[in-house]
């Protein structure tokens, strides 16, 4: 295989398995977007790796991470109305922070065409929710393509791209997590470079001010584009009818993801429901709709989360006067989580329980649905522990939870941020009790903070976000003189979403707190734990607003870099069995995943994980942890 | 082939990202119609990951139903525990890394470690091939994954896949030093 990026570039078709969100990079050079914004989260941050990967003399668009997603999608937004196809992305609630501005595009005439490309994130794999962006969609009057697979992520953003141009208006594509992440062979066109860039802005293309009686006839004219764009979308194929011979009078409704979860359970029963697949989402294609609706004795419409599909697909019956018996989302299981394959299964069983295949006994009543044989609960011999996400060997923000644990009285409360840091609040630190979104913790600890007593309230900031959304709080505590300390855990890049470069690299966060006004900033490396414990000590004593600063490089970022470099020497660090007495704080306390408790209660290193960086050895009450004799395993 | 499905389970860090698509690519450079899904959580690390490889003509989602892998590759001991307990069908075949990276329970104190003794008795039960790679002899820890491309290699776990697939694949993924580094390795492993 080429490099990924001299391949996204190629001018000639080619054939290749990439990851869904490789391919949308391709099919964003091939229909001649000109400029890209985002900010990273997942699952989408590979959309941007992908784009970085193409060499710099060739990157065929204009990107920018941008400092939150509401400011990329104003970035894409500014691109647009002079006249270029743009594109922002970002993940599921990124749309929460973009909202004020997302909400106004559908309303506007974007004569380049826009493209929003959202990874929802069914499960909640990464993310603080699993909110279905599709209640958004409707109230925003915007077109939504969904593609179920890579294939359809590359074919289906070219048919949102063409959308937006012929209509001058935004599309959604609206991806999901296994969506994203899932890779494929596809075949890929090939295109012609051209990188004209336009600046065709004219205030006469608006209107482009929403305000007084502006703002109803924006509305009416993005009312009066939806019929024109489902015209486009029932001339697309983008919706699909498969009918069956031996269907007996039942049809299934259903997009994305779950349409594959539906294609690979019904290989399994030997008679096959019809099947409508929306790949148009907002607005839904009503005559379409209605034509399958008629030709079935009963639907079952499948959907991941909401019941967005359901509710309009009844009305429509409703209004026609259908006696098609409908069936969609009745218990609360039915809106969480994912529509996996072993969901869809029970979920059509569950409604249909005369499908059930033959070959695969019932295994009798499992809540309320049918479980067959094949797909019964195992028994593992041993319990497996939990093994949650933690922070990496070398983390300075272990060094600093363990550090900042030790000035904490017992009442404080702490409250933390998104980001790596969020782990704090796991054991053993448990620094960190509430959570709610980005950029959100100096807020919340303001609230608590009055007429709080003696107890002292901390919020926690990593730097990324701390540029995000965590600067209007932090005003905030300022303007309305809050007590509260703030700890910025400064590792000097996005850490959690894959080391994006962040605004701290061009401006100084103690200059910027320091302009603010703000008296008391201490800042110190969290590998000097006994000072960092000192100075959180001290903040907590100030009235008012005071900052820590607890500062070290990402060390898993850092790591890939020293291992790079010509005679790296792996270090790890080895524990003296003599004077080592079994406290356990090392791996109790401190918490770093390399040490490993032997069953005789005797404490070793795991060198696969060690990185040799030593940050555990202040945390031995016995001076125990030393370094081992040097290895030279440098690539 | 109408369906064939393997699940690999271990932990972040471990380089299940260059294992899965090597399996993926070697698969498709014997010709068979294959997909993969790496499921990984909120963190760099530290946390588990699954990736799943779907091959065959009537395979649609890249996910898996449960208890329906023809084979689970477990990277680490309590993982191939869990991804057996997930995915592995009776008859199936498990293949392992005998290494250990506890997880957070374990070390402090409060669950006991998975034993390989645990595995042998779960792949009983389900009537599986359970096979254990021993990667003690590795320089370098973060080439075991290939030690397990090399093993699924050399019992041809994946039918109508051969040895040169899997290598054309780590030619496709891999370059210089590095390619030589973990193609004698899989080498080695693959017999």
Not at chain 1, 101 to 109: E, H, I, K, M, R
Not at chain 1, 568 to 595: L, M, N, R, W
Request: hydrophobic letters at 40%; one cysteine or more; proline letters at 4%.
């Amino acid at each position: 295989m080429k490099n990924l990026g001299e391949l996204l570039v190629q001018p000639d078709p080619f054939e290749e398995i990439l990851m869904g969100n490789q391919a949308l990079v391709r099919a964003m050079v091939e229909s001649n977007t000109r400029v890209a914004t985002s900010y990273p989260g997942s699952p989408t941050p590979e959309i941007a790796s992908a784009i970085q990967d193409i060499p710099k003399d060739r990157q065929p668009f204009y990107f920018e991470f941008s400092v939150n997603e509401k400011v990329a999608t104003e970035v894409a937004f500014g691109a647009a109305i002079n006249g270029n196809l743009s594109c922002v992305f970002y993940k599921s609630v990124g749309l929460n922070v973009a909202l004020d501005t997302f909400v106004q595009l559908g309303l506007v005439n974007i004569i380049g065409g826009m493209v929003v490309v959202i990874g929802d994130d069914p499960g909640a794999n990464s993310s603080q929710n699993e909110q279905d962006n599709r209640n958004i969609y409707r109230m925003a009057k915007v077109t939504v393509l969904e593609p179920a697979s890579p294939k359809e992520a590359y074919a289906y953003y070219k048919q949102a791209a063409q959308l937006a141009v012929a209509h001058k208006t935004i599309v959604v594509l609206r991806l999901a997590t296994h969506v994203c992440h899932a890779r494929q062979k596809i075949n890929f066109a090939g295109y012609t470079e051209d990188k004209g860039y336009k600046t065709q802005f004219n205030k006469e293309n608006g209107p482009y001010i929403p305000l007084t009686v502006l703002a109803l006839e924006m509305k009416r004219l993005a009312m009066e584009r939806i019929g024109p764009i489902l015209s486009d979308i029932r001339k697309s194929g983008l919706n699909q009818v498969i009918r069956s011979s031996s269907s007996q009078g039942k049809g299934i409704i259903t997009a994305g993801l779950t349409w594959l979860s539906v294609l690979d359970v019904l290989e399994r029963f030997s008679h096959r429901p019809n099947l409508l697949k929306l790949g148009v989402v907002n607005p839904l294609d009503r005559e379409g709709i209605l034509s399958f609706l008629t030709s079935n004795d009963q639907v079952l419409i499948l959907e991941e989360l909401d019941d967005i599909l359901e509710n309009q697909i009844k009305a429509m019956a409703y209004d026609h006067g259908l006696t098609v018996t409908i069936t969609g989302k009745t218990r609360d299981k039915d809106f969480i989580g994912e529509f996996t394959p072993d969901k869809t299964f029970e979920k059509i069983l569950a409604t249909w329980p005369e499908m059930m295949p033959r070959g695969i006994k019932e295994a009798g009543q499992k809540e309320e649905g049918l479980v067959a044989e094949g797909l019964k609960e195992k028994t593992p011999v041993a319990i497996v522990p939990d093994r949650s996400a933690q922070m990496c060997p070398g983390c300075g923000h272990r060094s600093a939870f363990f550090a900042i644990k030790k000035a904490l009285n017992k009442e404080d409360i702490t409250v933390a941020d998104i980001g790596c840091h969020t782990l704090g609040y796991m054991p053993p630190y448990e620094v960190g009790e509430v959570l709610m979104c980005m950029g959100a913790s100096p807020g919340i600890a303001s609230g608590l903070s009055l007429n709080n007593g003696g107890k002292k309230v901390v919020a926690f900031l990593g730097d990324s976000t701390f540029f995000h959304a965590g600067l209007p709080g932090l005003i905030n505590t300022i303007f309305n003189s809050h007590n509260i300390t703030l700890i910025i855990m400064e590792n000097g890049t996005t850490a959690m979403t894959g080391h994006q470069d962040h605004a701290g690299g061009v401006i100084k966060i103690e200059t910027l707190l320091k302009g603010l006004g703000i008296e008391q900033v201490f800042s110190c490396d969290t590998y000097s734990q006994e000072k960092l414990t000192g100075l959180v000590k001290e903040a907590l004593k100030a009235e008012g607003i005071s900052v820590v600063i607890a500062r070290h490089p990402c060390m898993l970022k850092f790591t890939r870099g020293q291992r790079k470099k010509k005679g790296y020497v792996q270090k790890h660090i080895a524990i003296d069995p003599q004077t080592c007495t079994q406290a356990h704080v090392c791996v109790e306390s401190f918490g770093c995943p390399s040490f490993i408790r032997n069953l005789d209660g005797s404490v070793s290193v795991n060198t696969d994980l060690c990185l040799g960086d030593g940050s555990c050895r202040p945390s031995c009450p016995d001076q125990a942890i030393g370094f081992e004799k040097e290895t030279n395993e440098g690539i | 082939m109408k369906e064939y499905n393997i699940y690999i389970i271990g932990v972040g860090g471990q380089g299940i990202g260059l294992l899965s698509q090597t399996l993926l690519r070697g698969a498709d450079h014997a010709g068979l119609e294959v997909m993969a899904v790496d499921t990984h959580g909120l963190a760099q690390r530290g946390g588990v990951v699954v990736s799943r490889i779907r091959c065959g003509s009537r395979v649609f989602s890249p996910l898996t139903l449960s208890h329906n892998c023809d084979i689970v590759l477990g990277m680490e001991i309590h993982e191939a525990l869990r991804g057996v307990g997930a995915a592995l069908k009776e008859g199936g075949t498990l293949v392992y890394l005998n290494i250990s990276w506890q997880p957070l329970p374990v070390r402090l104190g409060q669950c006991p470690e998975v034993r390989t003794w645990d595995l042998s008795l779960a792949c009983k039960n389900l009537d599986a091939r359970c096979l254990e790679v021993e990667t003690q002899g590795l320089a370098d820890a973060r080439m075991q994954n290939i030690a397990l491309v090399g093993t699924v290699a050399k019992h041809a776990l994946i039918p109508g896949v051969a040895k040169e697939d899997y290598a054309r694949a780590l030619e496709d993924l891999l370059s210089g030093d590095i390619l030589a580094r973990n193609m004698d390795i899989f080498n080695q492993y693959a017999g």
